[in-house]
C-alpha cells in the first residue's frame, strides 16, 4: 500500500494529514504524521496567562480520519531512498509532507542566555507562566517589539511593569506604520515603557543589562526575536531563502515525490509576496500540500494554492486589539472591536475533532469567509 508520511504536529501537519485523507476517500493509502508530541499546540495563544489551554489532542483530529501518528522525532530525510529516520527508526514513504514548523532565534553568546524566557512552545510558555504565578508587581523586560513580542508585552502589563526593547527605532517594524498610532496608544493606555535601538546584552538574577549601558530590574527577560524554519530544510533543497524556508511551485512541490507546508514553505501569495510563518498561512498550506500528496499517488486533479487576502490580528491584552487588511497593514477595527476579533479568532482556530465529516469538511475548505470580520469594498474574504 503507498504511504504518505507528513512530517509535523502544528497546524501545517494536522491539516495537511486532513488534506491527504481527504483525496484519499475509500483508496487503499496508508497516512502517517510523525511528530513527538501528542497535541497541537496553537502557537498564536502562548502569550495567554494559562497555555495548557492552548492545545488539542492530536488523536482526537488524527484517529476519525484514519491517519496514524508516529510519536518521534524525524533526524534524517533521505530523498535518495525515500526513507525518513526518527529516534532511530527508518519509515519509508511514497510522498513526503515536510510541515516541521519553525524555531524561535536565540542569541549567541548572549551572557546569561540560560535564564531567558520564551513563548515559542508550550514548554517555554509554561516555564514563563509558573515563574510569574503569584506574583504582583512584577518586572519584565521584553526583548523585541514585533507582533510575538507586543502580545506578549501586553498580556503581561496586566500584573506588573513590562519594559519593551527593540534594536529598530519604531515599535512594530516589520508591521509597518499602518497600526503603529494604535499600537502606541495601547502601550501608552497600559504603561508600557519602550527602550528603542537597544536591545539585551546581559541576563542575570533579578536584573538585565541593555546596549546603552543601563541595567534594569527585571523578574523575567523574554526573548521574541524571529523566527527561522526547521534545519530539516536544509536536506530538501540546496537553496532556501531568507528564512531557512523551501521554495515550493503552486502545487506546493518540492521535489518530485516531496511537498512542503507551514512554516518550511516560501510558497509565493502573490506577484510581490511569498507567505508569512503563521497559521492563517500554515492552515491552508496544509490543506493544500497533503491534499496534492494523495492526489499525485492516486492520480487525481492536484489543487494550487490560492489563499485569500492577507489579514493581521494582534491582541494588545487590556487594549483590546487590532485587525488590518492587506499588506499595508489598513487598520480595520481597534481597541474593543479588535480585541473581540482576536478573541474569535483564536476559537476559530481550533479544529474540529472527534467527527471525521467535520473534520474532512474543514480541509475542503482552503479559502473561507470568516462573517465576524469587517469587511472592505474591494476585498473578497480571509483567509482561514
Known amino acids: 500500500m503507498p504511504r504518505i508520511v507528513i512530517i509535523g504536529g502544528g497546524f501545517a501537519g494536522v491539516w495537511s494529514a486532513a488534506g491527504a485523507a481527504l483525496a484519499r476517500g475509500d483508496a487503499d493509502l496508508r497516512i502517517t504524521l510523525v511528530a513527538p508530541n501528542e497535541h497541537l499546540v496553537l502557537r498564536p495563544r502562548l502569550y495567554e496567562p494559562e497555555p495548557d489551554l492552548a492545545t488539542v489532542e492530536l488523536r482526537r483530529i488524527l484517529e476519525p480520519i484514519g491517519v496514524e501518528h508516529v510519536r518521534a522525532t524525524v533526524s534524517t530525510i533521505d530523498t535518495e531512498h525515500r526513507v525518513v529516520v526518527a529516534d532511530g527508526r527508518e519509515i519509508g514513504y511514497d510522498r513526503l509532507v515536510l510541515a516541521a514548523g519553525s524555531r524561535l532565534v536565540r542569541p549567541e553568546g548572549l551572557p546569561g542566555a540560560e535564564r531567558l524566557f520564551d513563548i515559542d512552545t508550550l514548554d517555554g510558555a509554561r516555564r514563563l507562566t509558573e515563574h510569574l504565578r503569584g506574583r504582583e508587581g512584577y518586572s519584565v523586560v521584553v526583548a523585541g517589539a514585533g507582533f510575538v513580542g507586543l502580545e506578549a508585552a501586553t498580556a503581561l502589563a496586566d500584573r506588573g511593569r513590562v519594559l519593551l526593547v527593540d534594536r529598530a527605532d519604531v515599535v512594530g517594524h516589520q508591521l509597518g506604520p499602518g497600526p503603529r498610532a494604535e499600537i502606541e496608544s495601547a502601550l501608552d493606555e497600559l504603561g508600557i515603557e519602550r527602550r528603542l535601538g537597544t536591545t539585551v546584552t546581559e541576563v542575570g538574577?533579578?536584573?538585565?543589562?541593555?546596549?546603552?549601558?543601563?541595567?534594569?530590574?527585571a523578574d523575567a527577560v523574554v526573548w521574541s526575536v524571529g523566527l527561522r524554519a526547521s534545519d530539516l530544510t536544509r536536506q530538501i533543497a540546496d537553496e532556501l531563502d531568507h528564512l531557512g524556508r523551501v521554495p515550493v511551485d503552486r502545487h506546493l512541490r518540492a521535489r518530485p515525490e516531496v511537498f512542503v507546508a507551514g512554516d518550511t514553505a516560501a510558497a509565493a501569495l502573490d506577484a510581490e509576496h511569498t507567505v508569512m510563518q503563521a497559521c492563517q498561512h500554515a492552515t491552508p498550506l496544509g490543506k493544500v500540500a497533503g491534499y496534492n500528496a494523495a492526489a499525485d499517488l492516486l492520480g487525481i486533479v492536484p489543487r494550487e494554492f490560492t489563499p485569500g487576502p492577507y489579514v493581521?490580528?494582534?491582541?494588545?491584552?487590556?487594549?483590546?486589539?487590532?485587525?488590518?487588511?492587506?499588506?499595508?497593514?489598513?487598520?480595520?477595527?481597534?481597541?474593543?472591536?479588535?480585541?473581540?476579533?482576536?478573541?474569535?479568532?483564536?476559537?476559530?482556530?481550533?479544529?474540529?475533532?472527534?467527527?471525521?465529516?467535520?473534520?474532512?469538511?474543514?480541509?475542503?475548505?482552503?479559502?473561507?469567509?470568516?462573517?465576524?470580520?469587517?469587511?472592505?469594498?474591494?476585498?473578497?474574504?480571509?483567509?482561514?
Not at 533579578?206 to 534594569?216: E, F, H, M, Q
Not at 473581540?340 to 482552503?366: C, F, G, T, W, Y
Open 205 to 217: 538574577d533579578g536584573y538585565a543589562v541593555l546596549s546603552d549601558g543601563s541595567r534594569v530590574d
Open 312 to 384: 493581521t490580528c494582534l491582541d494588545l491584552g487590556g487594549a483590546g486589539g487590532i485587525f488590518t487588511r492587506g499588506w499595508d497593514r489598513r487598520v480595520m477595527a481597534s481597541g474593543a472591536d479588535g480585541g473581540e476579533i482576536k478573541r474569535r479568532i483564536n476559537l476559530a482556530i481550533h479544529p474540529p475533532v472527534d467527527d471525521a465529516d467535520a473534520i474532512l469538511a474543514a480541509a475542503d475548505r482552503v479559502r473561507v469567509e470568516l462573517p465576524f470580520f469587517p469587511r472592505a469594498e474591494d476585498d473578497e474574504g480571509a483567509a482561514a
